[in-house]
């Protein structure tokens, strides 16, 4: 963009400011921080010239909906269409979640998103001894069909975007989320959402699973092609950089590791002979917003840059659409501190700030008291009225990518790109994602940085505010919690018990030992039966209990 003459003029130009004004000004006020480094631990300089960016091409930054999709993944972005505001919700039974959609809904939000408690991720029913005190405890307890029927009474599912936040358990909750959609008459072509499904970052990060990885593997590659083939606006997979982060990974390791997670994904769909532009097009991301304003803006459009990059170059795909990376994201739950809660607001609205100016398709802003318990109502409103607040009055959709451009932004979007083309080309020598995590390299890397942010953070290099800097005695009862009714598991148990009873065994072991014969043979679709098997009111932990006969469990080697 910019020719060399006057590269090596701007070149002289700073030169002689620091050898000048710089240096004179230094000498009467010193810089209070000397070293400044991003959140990443990328070095940052003092200021930043065309000089910075002489080696990017225009191309590479390029223009909004257009290869490389650094500008985003649209043509006009919020100018045509807001971002999708979603706040998580799960608690209790079917029941008591949908009042709270209902609430949200009233209150503006444009998409739901469910949040499932414990025993429903780790496949266990609401009865299980394992279960116990955990029911309807962290989200939503699912145990059959009739579940799903009750979270989405009297809404429309053809007409709102509808994520789940669930993995191990995915295809189970997707065949629910289909039957309920078949038994209502809707068109599955027209139903938009997404199911998380992201089971290879639980081995990296969350550590969620309950088969092993391979057979797990399988089973995401079963939800991608059934929703290439009969759900044409569905996202059956959100990548997922957001636990990654949580866990302790800096954002450089967050888009490396998820551009791993995600190669594995495409590698395991392509293996089985499906092109990658049929399917490719509904892949989906989920990343954190956090701290560090800039590198995050910076972090999400050179995600945009590698996905599309490894897409044409890597595996071939020729239309737009397979190249155009889309991503969910959701502020930085990891920063919310017990201490002064009401200054999470402040971080949650500038970290939603970073999402919006990186160019985010949903976002889910936390809710002031996620540091004690899930949120309450009131945190929830004022969550979304953060992002209604971004949206209507700061003017900042008005604009596609305003930051684009900046010599800082550019600059620190081309570093990241580096540093996590380095990352990738470590895990394809080490023989793959799966390889990768089998040995414990993810993993370690993970710890590494988490130990090191704890140490700054404890020794106060790290500052967060109310914690370590500006501290306050602390506040009684500092805000009020949401509650969950202790009935819940009781009436949960007793819904199930009920359910059971009604439905007809036989049928419901028939399938199960379908399942079984169809799960020992990789070549087949686990989706359609296991579809029948929800309509038969088969529960989930039916269901993960026979395939643990048939594929066993997956014990982590702990890394240390």
């Not at 092993?212 to 399988?218: E, N």
């Not at 800039?294 to 590698?306: D, G, L, S, Y």
């Not at 098997?533 to 702990?558: F, H």
Request: glycine share 8%; with cysteine; hydrophobic share 40%.
């Amino acid at each position: 963009m910019f020719d060399s003459e006057a590269i090596e003029r701007i070149k002289a130009q700073q030169r002689a400011w620091e050898a000048g004004e710089l240096q004179a000004f230094l000498a009467r006020q010193p810089e209070s921080r000397a070293d400044c480094r991003s959140g990443a631990g990328l070095p940052v300089e003092r200021v930043y010239t065309p000089a910075h960016i002489a080696d990017t091409s225009f191309d590479e930054i390029g223009l909004p909906g257009r290869y490389p999709f650094t500008r985003g993944p649209y043509p006009t972005m919020y100018r045509g269409r807001l971002w999708t505001m979603r706040q998580i919700a799960g608690y209790g039974t079917g029941h008591d979640t949908n009042q709270r959609f209902r609430y949200l809904i009233e209150q503006g939000q444009t998409g739901l998103s469910v949040d499932f408690d414990m025993p429903t991720l780790m496949g266990y029913d609401s009865d299980d001894p394992r279960s116990l005190g955990e029911v309807g405890r962290e989200g939503v307890a699912v145990d059959t069909l009739d579940d799903v029927e009750a979270l989405f009474d009297g809404i429309e599912l053809e007409d709102i975007s509808v994520s789940m936040t669930i993995n191990p358990t995915a295809w189970i909750l997707l065949a629910m989320y289909i039957a309920l959609a078949q038994a209502r008459g809707n068109d599955l072509g027209r139903l938009s959402g997404t199911c998380q499904t992201d089971i290879l970052k639980e081995y990296v990060a969350q550590k969620e699973w309950i088969f092993p990885i391979r057979p797990s593997l399988r089973l995401v590659r079963d939800m991608i092609v059934y929703c290439a083939d009969d759900m044409a606006r569905y996202n059956p997979i959100n990548i997922s950089g957001y636990h990654i982060s949580e866990a302790g990974a800096t954002s450089v390791q967050e888009v490396a590791f998820t551009m791993a997670n995600a190669i594995a994904y495409v590698e395991e769909v392509t293996g089985a002979g499906v092109p990658v532009d049929r399917f490719a097009p509904r892949l989906a991301f989920y990343f954190v917003a956090q701290a560090d304003f800039f590198e995050e803006v910076a972090k999400f459009r050179a995600a945009r840059r590698i996905w599309a990059k490894l897409m044409k170059e890597r595996f071939g795909a020729t239309r737009p659409e397979s190249m155009r990376l889309r991503f969910h994201c959701q502020t930085a739950a990891l920063t919310l501190t017990k201490a002064q809660p009401m200054n999470n607001i402040v971080r949650t609205a500038l970290q939603a700030l970073s999402a919006v100016l990186g160019g985010a398709q949903s976002l889910h802003t936390n809710g002031l008291d996620e540091a004690y318990a899930i949120p309450s109502e009131f945190a929830m409103k004022i969550a979304l009225r953060t992002q209604q607040i971004i949206a209507d009055e700061t003017r900042v959709a008005n604009v596609v990518d305003p930051l684009g451009g900046s010599y800082y932004v550019e600059a620190l979007t081309n570093r990241i790109e580096a540093e996590v083309g380095k990352i990738l080309s470590k895990v394809d020598a080490l023989g793959g994602t799966v390889k990768a995590i089998e040995e414990g390299y993810f993993q370690r890397e993970i710890a590494d940085s988490a130990f090191e942010f704890a140490r700054r953070k404890a020794s106060g290099a790290e500052p967060v505010i109310g914690v370590n800097k500006f501290v306050e005695p602390p506040e009684a009862n500092a805000v009020p919690v949401h509650k969950v009714d202790p009935a819940v598991e009781a009436r949960q148990i007793g819904h199930l018990r009920a359910v059971r009873a009604k439905r007809d065994g036989t049928r419901v072991a028939a399938l199960l030992e379908r399942l079984a014969r169809e799960a020992a043979d990789p070549g087949v679709n686990l989706m359609p039966v296991t579809i029948e098997l929800v309509k038969a009111r088969a529960s989930l932990g039916e269901i993960v209990g026979r395939l643990r006969q048939v594929w066993g469990r997956y014990v982590e080697t702990p890394v240390f």
